[in-house]
């Protein structure tokens, strides 16, 4: 056991911003009580958001509407570029066009049981409610959705519900719900109403002393290096999750960590950050050189076959081993759901047969997908028009056609649950301080369903942080960021000093070893030790090796050239540096919890049957982490659970 | 893998923008045909942080061939030889060992070099803020059904709305012109019944912001939609030409 795991049990914690009463009411009520500010006043007032995918451009381009001015930030050249734009399959909505029995409600249970009984059920059925606006106006922006020959949006159906219920515009739907945020975001630019910083990295949060407040940010500038302070009377982080401390995941390369873990050192509460998604079927890794990993879209599990060779070692061709020699494993061992099963047990059975040894191609780490009996009795053209764009995918990437020879697809890490801790009002611990989209940890509890991502960046930025900052605002009455304010000029100064000296120090390291290297290098250990399959012996081991992973990088880490210039060695390195702290809180929550629930598998915790056991009597709640120090336990903060409406039960889709 | 490559890479190196630029030999060995073009550099950048050089700079993000970061000329071309495909996207099964392969970044004076392969496309930004969008703040929206689309109509507007922003079509493009980007976008929203209402002053304003940064004009050369690695149609620009003649006869006659 090392030093790090004597965590600390601090007070509970609490949202007390959800109103009671009837969960349908809630929001009403919520936007009802919530404090205004009168719009001659908005404009005295500078709101900075960090990030523009869906929840960040949306947020920005609200608060632009609404009179604030906004200071929009974003490490791309182009805030269109923000990774959301890389979502497939679609966005959920309860607007029941199909009259299947869809409702509000129907979106509400789904999303408490999909995320296993692990979120605050006011926050959900908030999004619930949303959903139905938000598809309204992305239609008003010119999102070319798909649509029928009546002229009316077209759905199509999703893992885990039985209704029709996701909206889709072929399998860009992210790139296209971002371009109308983004271009309302333009809009608002051109207007003046946001300042937009593009290759501009967050740094550090700027919190004033005597109040604890957020009260702006340190930048540096990715293309001159310029250091640099941004006050405003609110900030809302829209930075997305932290997947990329896995390293090789289906994230952009630049995804990361760094705005949400300063924010945690200054005092937010990070929760549930052993909540992380698997999708099972991604393009396994071809080499040592791969960067990244690329999601095939779950769809392809309707036609497709999963199998791999009963014997260990068969490298023969797919197309030579005989029927009788081959492994359709999940309709083997779930005849009821067969290749259907929910993606965490499809991730798992995919690495306990490689874990065997009759992996596919190279290295070992595959399984096939095989449509060779769908395009026999479809026909190769119902195929092609099914899954044309993805096949031709796969091909662009493998040089395999999956016409003639079946794909090969492993699971890869793909979303997290966890993030900054947020009451009802989506603020975080630190007064001022707002956190929206795949940042927090709210809605979507141990498991998030598909399609509701995008539901929930929108739902987050357009809907819910404007009434949320226009009551801080008014209930606080916060007086504009002087920057002559000696306090704050103070606390601004502080940050951006030790922003500089971080800069010194990873340059000054001057060793052997990239911040690539160390990258891949705590990658791969997180996901040998803390991704599909935990245990106790396996975490204990993560939490062993970690700090002596970051010392080395502190100790060895080169970076190329200087601090005032773009260099991206830089970049990395201090995303490095942060995600080498935060590993080791997702390993210690991990450890902490020790039930499965949706995306986090203690191998100690499963029923007979191979399914995530729950402990609801120990475990119903919100893991939320106070940080004490790098290396040094952190505080738990528990957040209890009260399920009103839904009663947790096994999760089962049998 | 047996079948490992050697490749010659002659690399664009500048260390900012107002400093000379000049092409670099590098040799990168055990390139595996499954590797992608941006990997390749990966392992170049390595190796030059390993020796204490500065490794080379260049966008990219996603790497999945949506963000529209990469902005890679490789052997002149722009996102490299395989048609619809981006850099980041192209695989080392294209190349053939001992090849010398050019590496540059676009080229265009509206597009600046920041460094090495980097530019700045943040023309293109200022290109929608000028009206590629429809103006309809959070919260005004009717009913998604209100306004049925027809499904061509729609249709038309997703392969237009496909543009990623790469900026490939202005690299290709001998006269470094714009059109196709800003075309698409108009034919985005013109064509849908929620973008009517702006479509003249849409056409105007994108067309007059489009003049007022350092592109070309167009010559109906074309080379645009060979080198758009999402396959927008060169038909839009025509369309553009249509929308703007009859948005500027009618300004005309209203006096805007």
């Known amino acids: 056991m090392s030093a790090y795991s004597e965590y600390r049990v601090g007070e509970p914690i609490a949202d007390t911003r959800s109103p009671g009463g009837p969960m349908n009411d809630r929001w009403s009520q919520r936007k009802f009580e919530a404090q205004l500010v009168n719009p001659a006043n908005r404009r005295h007032h500078t709101v900075i958001v960090v990030g523009t995918g869906l929840a960040g451009a949306s947020a920005a381009a609200t608060l632009g509407e609404q009179g604030y001015r906004v200071e929009s930030f974003c490490y791309q050249d182009s805030p269109r570029r923000a990774h959301s734009i890389a979502a497939q399959g679609g966005i959920n909505a309860a607007k029941n066009y199909r009259n299947d029995g869809d409702s509000v409600q129907r979106l509400f249970h789904d999303t408490v049981k999909g995320g296993d009984f692990r979120a605050r059920e006011s926050n959900v059925h908030r999004l619930a409610e949303i959903s139905l606006q938000i598809i309204d106006q992305c239609v008003a922006q010119g999102v070319p959705f798909a649509r029928e020959y009546g002229g009316l949006l077209n759905t199509r159906s999703f893992g885990g519900t039985q209704v029709s219920r996701t909206f889709y515009a072929a399998g860009q739907t992210g790139q296209q719900l971002l371009l109308g945020a983004y271009q309302a975001l333009e809009r608002q630019i051109a207007a003046g109403q946001v300042t937009m910083h593009p290759r501009t990295e967050m740094l550090d949060l700027i919190v004033t002393p005597q109040d604890g407040r957020a009260r702006g940010i340190v930048t540096r500038d990715l293309v001159t290096g310029k250091v640099e302070r941004h006050l405003a009377d609110a900030v809302v982080l829209c930075t997305g999750g932290y997947g990329n401390v896995f390293y090789l995941t289906t994230n952009a390369k630049g995804c990361n960590a760094t705005a949400i873990w300063r924010a945690h050192r200054h005092g937010a509460l990070l929760a549930n950050p052993c909540y992380t998604q698997i999708h099972p079927t991604c393009i396994p890794v071809s080499g040592d050189h791969q960067s990244k990993l690329t999601l095939m879209s779950e769809s392809l599990r309707n036609d497709g076959r999963v199998w791999v060779p009963k014997a260990t070692g068969d490298e023969r061709h797919p197309g030579q081993i005989p029927e009788d020699e081959r492994d359709y494993y999940l309709e083997r061992v779930y005849p009821a759901f067969g290749n259907l099963v929910p993606r965490d047990i499809a991730s798992r059975a995919a690495k306990n047969v490689c874990d065997e040894g009759r992996g596919v191609g190279p290295g070992g780490r595959g399984v096939y997908l095989d449509f060779a009996d769908a395009i026999e009795r479809l026909g190769r053209k119902a195929i092609e028009a099914r899954y044309g764009n993805l096949f031709e995918m796969y091909e662009r990437i493998t040089g395999e056609d999956p016409y003639t020879r079946p794909m090969r697809i492993y699971p890869a890490i793909h979303y997290t649950m966890g993030g900054l801790w947020v009451d009802y009002d989506l603020q975080s611990t630190i007064p001022g301080l707002f956190v929206a989209g795949e940042a927090n940890f709210s809605d979507h509890g141990a498991n998030r369903l598909g399609a509701s991502a995008l539901m929930q960046g929108l739902a987050d930025g357009y809907f819910v942080v404007p009434v949320s900052v226009n009551n801080y605002l008014g209930e606080t009455r916060i007086a504009p960021a002087d920057p002559a304010d000696p306090a704050l000029a103070a606390a601004a100064d502080a940050a951006e000093a030790g922003v500089r000296e971080r800069v010194e120090r990873l340059l000054a390291v001057d060793g052997d070893r990239t911040a690539d290297s160390f990258h891949r290098e705590l990658g791969q250990l997180m996901w040998e030790l803390c991704g599909m399959e935990r245990t106790e012996e396996s975490l204990t081991e993560a939490l062993r090796r970690i700090p002596a992973l970051r010392e080395e990088f502190w100790r060895r880490l080169k970076v190329p050239g200087g601090p005032e210039q773009l260099n991206q060695s830089l970049e990395k390195a201090g995303r490095v540096a942060d995600f080498l702290e935060l590993a080791e809180l997702l390993v210690l929550d991990a450890l902490h919890r020790e039930e499965s629930c949706g995306g986090h598998f203690r191998a100690e915790s499963q029923t007979p049957e191979g399914e995530a056991l729950r402990d609801d009597e120990r475990f119903s709640y919100v893991a939320a982490w106070e940080f004490a120090g790098v290396g040094e336990p952190p505080v738990l903060h528990r957040e209890e659970l009260a399920f009103v409406e839904e009663k947790p039960t096994t999760r089962s889709y049998a | ?256």
């Not at chain 2, 729609?154 to 392969?159: C, I």
């Not at chain 2, 019944?193 to 167009?218: K, S």
Request: aromatic content about 4%.
């Open chain 2, 1 to 256: 893998m047996s079948d490992l490559m050697e490749l010659t890479l002659r690399v664009w190196r500048q260390p900012g923008p107002d400093a000379d630029g000049e092409m670099r030999t590098y040799t990168v060995a055990d390139v595996s045909p499954d590797m992608s073009f941006l990997e390749v550099l990966d392992v170049l950048n390595e190796e030059l942080a390993a020796r204490g050089e500065e490794p080379v700079a260049f966008d990219h993000d996603c790497r999945e061939g949506i963000c529209g970061a990469c902005s890679l000329v490789i052997n002149g071309e722009p996102h490299g030889p395989q048609k619809r495909t981006t850099a980041c996207q192209l695989h080392m099964r294209h190349f053939a060992d001992g090849d010398v392969i050019d590496v540059e970044p676009w080229r265009a004076a509206a597009f600046p070099v920041v460094r090495d392969l980097v530019v700045d496309r943040g023309a293109l930004d200022r290109i929608v803020g000028a009206g590629g969008y429809i103006t309809a703040p959070t919260g005004s929206a009717p009913e998604a059904h209100a306004t049925p689309v027809a499904k061509d109509a729609a249709d038309e507007a997703f392969t237009a709305a496909a543009c990623i922003g790469c900026g490939a079509c202005v690299a290709a493009c001998p006269n470094a012109s714009a059109m196709l980007f800003t075309a698409a976008k108009i034919k985005h929203l013109n064509v849908l019944p929620q973008g009517r209402p702006e479509a003249g002053t849409r056409v105007l304003d994108m067309v007059a912001a489009m003049d007022a940064e350092d592109f070309g004009g167009c010559t109906n050369v074309g080379a645009c939609a060979t080198a758009c690695p999402k396959g927008i149609p060169v038909d839009v620009i025509t369309e553009m030409n249509r929308d703007w003649l009859k948005a500027a006869a009618r300004s005309r006659k209203s006096g805007r």
